[in-house]
């Protein structure tokens, strides 16, 4: 069923608004009311007009020439003829309204004001937002993003007073040449096109303002560029109707306000040579208005584009374009002479007067109906950030984020799963400038960066080649591009060949941010491991495209044309596997209770019971919550960064011993039923037995809660001499804190101590002993040591550069964050050393404690664990065993505590180790330094806090007496609207 754009127009219209200082329109069903209205004031309007302002109400006139000042003209024509509208091209905002303003005071009929912002303000205002290309749209699947565009486009033109926004684009392009639509359009499926067009012209004109499909009809199978000569299109009637004509007649039929016509010589509509399907009464009066049903406004392209003025007289080109059957004349080459021909036209009868008034009348309702006729001045308060709201751009941003697309992915080498098997390099064509593309790859691993500009000397690409020699994966990023097929996109032949060459020698993954036809510049994609179509070289594009390499970033988008042997359609989805950043608002958090979280760590450091700390809390996989407050000491010399690590005590149980025991159990080198006597042979015969790994794992063996080790070891305050010396020898090797040292085997000492304890009752107590048994365990086994098998087997493959035991070996000294000021044992500031006192005895590295780290890489492994042993598109731990090892192991014995992971109290207790809303599925882990950390299957919330607490005294309770870490989880409970 076809609708009248007229009728439609009036459903969608009711009420006139004033918002920022100009009308907005809201739209309604039915409302005769307004109707009646506007062809009231239409008839009046008319009424009190000569024929030539009737005549000039069609014409609109040039604001400016693009960068240029204003024209004096158009203010001339405005008082002299009572033009009809103007249309602005690229300026500056305030520039504009204040011009706007000034122009409209000066007409006697309120002016239409018109823009051609395709992708939004920015295409022609400086400043203002500019949203992705058509073409990059073309590849989005989900069509609200493009909506929610439209409307933004709307809001922000009714901002400026804008009525019409010559757009969409609805040419369907399939022509790769096309030199003038090419990345405009939203593609080469005439269906696709249709839809995405249409959630683009609905936006603006639920919005109030009027859209004009655009350029019909079809201006996407062209050679040539209608601004400087007539395009010839040679489809079949029959091919039109099923590809060019399709957009137009869907919009048509879902009430398009506006449609302009073409500088095209189309014969199967019109045979006539060099007639313009502008200037055509077949194709204009007899195809659009009466087979195609379109009774909206019709507006030519410029008529002042060589399409037209070279095979038509100066002055002629308007009048053959009115009797065409357009309403509105687009920027004729002559305006006088254009009145003047139409007027002598209608004097001599060659044109009825009904002609006039049918085309000047619908062009005043259309003025009342989107609230011009209000003649509403532009408020140039606060127009700029009016304009630029941050959820503008996060809708740009979204909009490139959608569009991503995968074309080929061999071996799934993307997203990189496996870091530690790579020595990659990034290749950036196109510049020798930084580029936001390399950021997250050297964020998330060591990459070599090599740039080359366009067209490099042949040197320069042998010595980038003889770089490259040692690396085993290059991925190459073509930027510095352009939106035009006649310039090659700006990737000229010898950079193909350059990349062709790279590619041949090495495996590599192609990124190319120009138009998807770019990929038919080679000569075949046989030998690219993986390629990726970014669209656009924009910042932003460039750093979401690098993460959705990386599995930071979903890549989900497909092609919007056929390009280099890939058919439209094509697009491998690529999921998310890594931990990313999304707004609050974005994951619809309340941020009033981030600002409470905010209050609670700046009043822990009022209070003292921490100088400073890390805070971080993800939802659902996205981090939506980082900050570090404070400073490393209370001296406030050094304030707490994102990337400083801190002594995470036993966290240390969950982050290394665990997820060790947990692999191992999946190879099946342990069997958690067991005994840990079947692997430690030297426990056989002693109280520990019997014990088993469940017993140990869940802290209900028996074992006392820990051994003060050291204190054997010192005489009075002195250390004893011959288990310490002040510097590091062969007999003296383990570093326990600066310039002490520990004898070699002094660790036997330490595992007779545990071997010879007393057993206690199977109830439950917290105890360390056990998990200094799973080091030596793990070690024994796996033969390499317990720090270097967790960074091989977990934090290596996950990508994570701040978690490691020994922090000062990985680590500067000012990114390690200090502990106790320890006048007990070690006699000295720890600053870089573990300050657990048996892990110290052990070198700082131990089954319960040693391991440093920042928040962001905690949050990684809980990540992991909360995805069932999956992060970054690779296995770790079998889901079934992580299920095991997170689940309640004693509750009938009032014991709270999975394998390992601390669980929530089976009845909640204020002032304990859970906040309130931790549901009986999530599992963590405090530690005795300040730190916590715990992720919630039910809800997606991970939530780490990391602090020094025992800085300078140990014996500071303010954190625990303060309740502070439970606090801000029950926060950010509150935040995501999970109170309980």
């Avoid at 609109?60 to 693009?66: D, E, K, L």
């Avoid at 024209?71 to 103007?86: D, H, K, P």
């Avoid at 357009?326 to 003047?340: F, G, Q, R």
């Avoid at 750093?543 to 094509?570: D, N, Q, Y």
Wanted: net charge negative.
């Amino acid at each position: 069923m076809r609708y009248s754009a007229s009728v439609y127009f009036f459903r969608l219209l009711i009420t006139i608004v004033f918002l920022t200082g100009t009308t907005k329109v809201i739209v309604a069903q039915n409302d005769t009311r307004l109707q009646l209205n506007a062809e009231k004031w239409a008839d009046s309007v008319y009424k009190s007009l000569t024929v030539d302002e009737r005549i000039a109400q069609l014409i609109f006139v040039r604001a400016n020439y693009s960068g240029k000042p204003y024209l004096e003209e158009a203010g001339q024509f405005i008082s002299r003829y009572n033009i009809g509208g103007v249309v602005f091209f690229k300026s500056d905002p305030v520039a504009q309204a204040v011009q706007t303003n000034k122009w409209n005071a000066l007409a006697k009929t309120p002016l239409f004001v018109a823009m051609d912002a395709e992708w939004g303000l920015g295409m022609r205002l400086n400043h203002t937002v500019k949203y992705p290309l058509q073409m990059t749209l073309g590849a989005i699947d989900n069509q609200a993003y493009i909506y929610r565009m439209g409307a933004e486009i709307g809001e922000q033109c009714q901002r400026m007073g804008i009525h019409i926004n010559l757009a969409p684009v609805v040419d369907v392009n399939n022509n790769p040449a096309n030199p003038v639509i090419g990345m405009r359009s939203f593609g080469e499926d005439p269906e696709s096109v249709s839809l995405k067009a249409y959630q683009y012209m609905k936006g603006m004109q639920d919005a109030g303002i009027i859209a004009c499909a655009k350029h019909f009809p079809g201006h996407g199978n062209t050679n040539t560029d209608s601004h400087l000569d007539l395009p010839v299109i040679k489809a079949s009637k029959k091919e039109l109707r099923n590809v060019e004509l399709v957009p137009f007649q869907y919009l048509i039929d879902k009430g398009v306000s506006a449609v302009m016509t073409a500088h095209l010589s189309v014969p199967a509509l019109d045979n006539k040579k060099n007639r313009a399907s502008s200037l055509s009464e077949k194709i204009v009066n007899g195809y659009l208005k009466k087979k195609m049903g379109f009774t909206g406004l019709i507006i030519t392209d410029g008529l002042d584009m060589k399409g037209v003025t070279k095979n038509n007289k100066k002055g002629k080109v308007a009048l053959k374009a009115f009797v065409a059957g357009n309403d509105i004349l687009l920027i004729p080459d002559d305006i006088p002479a254009s009145i003047k021909t139409i007027k002598e036209a209608i004097e001599k009868g060659k044109v009825d007067e009904e002609r006039l008034e049918e085309s000047c009348k619908k062009m005043l309702r259309y003025k009342y109906l989107s609230g011009a006729w209000k003649r509403t001045v532009v408020d140039t308060d606060k127009l700029l950030g009016d304009l630029n709201r941050p959820s503008y751009q996060h809708t740009v941003d979204e909009l490139f984020g959608e569009a991503i697309t995968v074309v080929k992915n061999e071996g799934n080498i993307i997203p990189l799963a496996y870091p530690d098997t790579l020595h990659p390099a990034v290749l950036i064509i196109g510049t020798e400038e930084e580029t936001s593309f390399e950021q997250p790859l050297k964020q998330f691993m060591p990459f070599s960066v090599f740039r080359l500009p366009h067209d490099a000397s042949t040197s320069d690409k042998q010595k980038v080649l003889n770089m490259l020699e040692d690396y085993n994966l290059v991925i190459i990023a073509v930027v510095n591009t352009n939106i035009l097929a006649s310039k090659r996109y700006h990737i000229p032949e010898s950079d193909v060949q350059f990349i062709e060459h790279v590619a041949r020698k090495k495996t590599v993954i192609l990124d190319v941010f120009a138009s998807p036809y770019a990929l038919d510049f080679f000569s075949g994609t046989t030998n690219f491991k993986a390629i990726v179509i970014s669209y656009q070289d924009k910042p932003y594009m460039q750093k979401v495209s690098a993460e959705a390499i990386l599995g930071i970033h979903k890549a989900k988008g497909a092609l919007p044309v056929g390009a280099g042997g890939f058919a439209a359609g094509t697009g491998i989805l690529i999921e998310k596997s890594r931990l990313s950043y999304a707004t609050p608002e974005e994951l619809g958090i309340d941020t009033l209770y981030l600002t409470k979280i905010d209050s609670v760590a700046l009043s822990g450091i009022a209070e003292k019971a921490y100088p400073g700390c890390q805070i971080l809390a993800a939802k659902d996989g996205y981090i939506f919550y980082q900050k570090s407050f404070g400073y490393h000491t209370y001296d406030k010399k050094q304030k707490v960064e994102n990337t400083d690590v801190y002594d995470l005590a036993s966290l240390t149980k969950i982050l290394a011993t665990t997820p060790a025991l947990m692999r191992m159990a999946d190879e099946g080198k342990i069997d958690i039923n067991g005994r840990l006597s079947d692997y430690l042979l030297y426990l056989r015969g002693s109280n520990k037995e019997d014990i088993g790994f469940r017993e140990v794992l869940a802290h209900q063996a028996g074992l006392q809660s820990w051994i003060p080790y050291y204190e054997e070891t010192i005489w009075n305050t002195d250390w004893d001499t011959t288990v310490y010396r002040s510097s590091i020898s062969e007999l003296f090797p383990v570093r326990v804190a600066g310039h002490m040292y520990i004898q070699e085997n002094y660790h036997y000492a330490i595992y007779n101590e545990i071997i010879n304890s007393p057993l206690q009752e199977k109830e439950y107590t917290y105890s360390d002993l056990g998990f200094y048994l799973f080091k030596d365990m793990i070690e024994q086994i796996n033969n390499i040591e317990l720090d270097d098998y967790v960074y091989q087997m977990f934090y290596n493959p996950l990508g994570l550069r701040h978690l490691r035991y020994q922090p000062r070996r990985y680590f500067p000294l000012q990114n390690i964050i200090p502990t106790e000021n320890d006048q007990v044992f070690r006699h000295q500031l720890l600053h870089g050393d573990v300050h657990d006192q048996g892990a110290a005895m052990l070198g700082g590295i131990s089954g319960h404690a040693g391991l440093f780290g920042n928040a962001y890489d905690v949050a990684v492994m809980m990540e992991m664990f909360l995805n069932g042993g999956v992060y970054g598109g690779r296995h770790f731990i079998k889901p079934e065993t992580l299920n095991d090892f997170t689940s309640y192991q004693f509750p009938e014995k009032d014991n709270r505590r999975g394998l390992g992971f601390d669980k929530p109290l089976h009845e909640y207790e204020e002032h304990r180790t859970n906040c309130r809303s931790a549901s009986p599925e999530s599992f963590g882990h405090s530690g005795f330094t300040g730190t916590y950390t715990w992720a919630d299957p039910e809800t997606g919330l991970i939530y780490v806090f990391l602090s020094n607490r025992v800085y300078p005294d140990m014996h500071n309770s303010k954190i625990m007496d303060l309740d502070i870490r439970t606090s801000i989880h029950q926060l950010f409970y509150d935040a995501i609207g999970e109170e309980k």
